[in-house]
């Protein structure tokens, strides 16, 4: 039984190292990394610097609905009129909230 103790104890610690290897190895490539400027790597270090800002996602205008408050991306509210001028409504109940004037 001893000896079987034995190997059953040399297994779990060479785990536990390779586990602790892991751990150790991923926390210091995020130091690495995160040493870098953005954009930097290998394969394009003698690219130009600054590097280009890399397009990210269109930004919208955000209009507030004038019967709730919520505000909406303007490409999908609901135009509408709200005491006499243009205004930009969040769905299809506050559009006609508006127009029947309980708002």
Not at 58 to 68: A, G, I, T, Y
Not at 89 to 95: D, G, R, V, Y
Request: some cysteine; overall charge positive; aromatic content about 10%.
């Amino acid at each position: 039984m001893g000896f079987l103790a034995f190997i059953v104890r040399a297994i779990l610690f060479l785990f536990v190292f390779r586990l602790a290897g892991i751990v150790l190895r991923a926390f210091m490539g995020g130091f690495r990394q995160g040493s870098k400027p953005e954009g930097a790597s290998r394969v394009n270090r003698h690219a130009a610097w600054p590097p280009s800002p890399e397009p990210r996602g269109q930004v919208e205008e955000l209009v507030k609905d004038p019967v709730c408050g919520v505000h909406t991306a303007r490409s999908s509210a609901i135009v509408g009129r709200h005491q006499g001028s243009t205004a930009y409504f969040c769905s299809e109940e506050c559009a006609a909230r508006a127009d029947a004037g309980t708002a």
